[in-house]
């Protein structure tokens, strides 16, 4: 398709929404057959079978807030956003939220609240969260701003608002970024589009918050440049095995150890894979891998869904998936709007 096209803005934000809910059974599993994977998606497409409707859970419900803010106030408005963050948890609480994040949104709803960055930054006696709470919600800002600048910053903002630690939000400005790329048809040349988020990250970790917090986490210095380096050698292997992918890339709750294994799950299911069905396609395939790899399922399915609903767009989605997810036809809804204001006029250019 066509860099930035509706196709590719339906694709990103419908596929973020499936990979979290068709997630929702193996998260915190440690071991996940892909037997049990291949049967959890043929249900889908057999009605009599399905389980009805898989609901969403937190990685959905606050992007959906962050949708629903860039909207309104055509822009990011932190103010607005923090708001929403709240008044959904405080509505829906039974979502699956992490257990730390419940503090922030909590302290959130308070009408007394004036800076709305302090109660991230009070978290995890005053270091923040690493959580991939911020990157679980990150696809949107690349639909919402044309400039990968502000992506960058946006979408940096908009997971401080929860996660003041730079290894959770430094993984929000990753997962941004590689929507936005994957949205202008970059991963058609893979090698480069790794290459271009490793230039990009080498930028965002060269400051003194990100050398700190590395050094007290014991990670390298530049920790996500490090793992798109383990990326770009796993992608050069002509087999790789998922204990591998485990061992090297993380399958776990913190941004580090699950948005670059977000972005391999993409690459390695670009081409047909032996332990993947023949007839699926590659956004298929990323989904389904992405479940096998087990640990925190929803969150790495709903970010390598976005980046490869963008790259293959929404006609790559099977219809009957849509169908039985709760939430993917608003989200289908909502890239309309995106797109809109993605491509407006630019103001006071
Ligand atoms: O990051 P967050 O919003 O959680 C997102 C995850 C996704 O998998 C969702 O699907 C949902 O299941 O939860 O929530 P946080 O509570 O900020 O972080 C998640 C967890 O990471 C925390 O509950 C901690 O266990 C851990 N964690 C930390 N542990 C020690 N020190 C995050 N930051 C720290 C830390 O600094
Ligand atoms: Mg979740
Ligand atoms: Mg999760």
């Known amino acids: ?90 509505m829906s609480p039974g979502r699956g939220y992490g257990s730390g994040v419940i503090q922030v949104l909590k302290k959130l709803s308070s009408p007394q609240l004036s800076d709305v960055y302090q109660p991230a930054k009070d978290q995890f006696n005053g270091r923040g969260s690493f959580g991939n709470g911020g990157a679980m919600r990150a696809a949107p800002f690349a639909l919402a701003f044309p400039e990968p ?36 048809g970059a991963i058609d040349k893979p090698q480069q589009f790794i290459s271009r988020l490793i230039t990009e990250m080498e930028e965002v970790e060269d400051n003194k918050e990100t050398r700190n917090d590395a050094r007290i986490l014991k990670e390298a210095e530049k920790p996500f440049c490090e793992r798109l380096h383990r990326v770009r050698d796993l992608m050069d292997r002509s087999t790789v095995s998922i204990e591998e992918v485990i061992s090297e890339l993380g399958n776990g709750i913190a941004a580090l150890h699950s948005v670059p294994t977000a972005i391999f799950c993409v690459l390695h299911c670009l081409q047909p894979r032996e332990c993947l069905p023949a007839n699926y396609g590659g956004l298929e395939r990323t989904i389904a891998y992405s479940l096998a790899l087990g640990g925190d399922t929803d969150t790495i399915a709903c970010m390598a869904g976005a980046i490869a609903g963008a790259h293959y767009g929404i006609e790559a989605i099977p219809q009957s998936w849509i169908r039985c997810c709760e939430g993917a036809e608003d989200a289908d ?12 006029p630019s103001q006071g250019g």
């Open 1 to 90: 398709g066509a860099p930035a096209s509706l196709s590719r803005f339906r694709g990103a934000l419908v596929a973020a929404v499936l990979g979290d809910c068709v997630g929702g059974e193996f998260e915190g599993a440690e071991e996940v057959p892909m037997e049990s994977v291949l049967q959890h998606l043929s249900n889908l497409d057999d009605e009599t079978k399905g389980n009805g409707i898989l609901e969403y859970s937190d990685d959905t419900a606050m992007a959906r807030c962050v949708v629903q803010s860039l909207l309104t106030r055509a822009g990011f408005d932190e103010q607005d956003m923090a708001r929403r963050f709240a008044k959904e948890y405080s």
């Open 333 to 344: 809804t909502d890239a309309e709007w995106l797109h809109v204001l993605y491509w407006r």
């Open 149 to 184: 600048a502000d992506v960058k910053r946006c979408a940096c903002q908009g997971a401080m608002l929860t996660h003041s630690c730079s290894l959770g939000y430094n993984g929000a400005v990753l997962q941004a970024l590689a929507v936005h790329l994957s949205l202008q």
